[in-house]
Nanobody, 124 residues
Framework: QVQLVESGGGLVQAGGSLRLSCAASGRTFSNNAMGWFRQPPGKEREFVAA????????SYADPVKGRFTISRDNAKNMVYLQLNSLKPEDTVVYYCAAARESYIGRYPHEYNDWGQGTQVTVSS
């Protein structure tokens, strides 16, 4: 099992930026793809971005493509999500997750371990 702890959320004005961090501990996660999801109130958890184990491949949801960037540092057991050009509709809790496999997945059931989430609030 991998323990995941997110940080970096907060309040920002529209157009601003945040950098979310996800610290992993427990079993090594360097062989697993990692992802970020978000869950609007009353809705299902939705895919935001994912990165393969070696950082060779990334994938983004259409609403964030060109604005968000996922990266990882396996030596530090860290995963990051850079959020730029934030919009009020990006206001939601963001979750870091460790995939079951080394390749990218876009669905929650493809992920084994989840963090507690970090709140991002974008004011208009």
């Amino acid at each position: 099992q991998v323990q995941l702890v997110e940080s970096g959320g907060g309040l920002v004005q529209a157009g601003g930026s945040l950098r979310l961090s996800c610290a992993a501990s427990g079993r090594t996660f360097s062989n697993n793809a990692m992802g970020w999801f978000r869950q609007p109130p009353g809705k299902e958890r939705e895919f935001v971005a994912a990165i393969s184990w070696g950082s060779s491949f990334t994938s983004y949801a259409d609403p964030v493509k060109g604005r968000f960037t996922i990266s990882r540092d396996n030596a530090k057991n860290m995963v990051y999500l850079q959020l730029n050009s934030l919009k009020p509709e990006d206001t939601v809790v963001y979750y870091c997750a460790a995939a079951r496999e080394s390749y990218i997945g876009r669905y929650p059931h493809e992920y084994n371990d989840w963090g507690q989430g970090t709140q991002v609030t974008v004011s208009s």
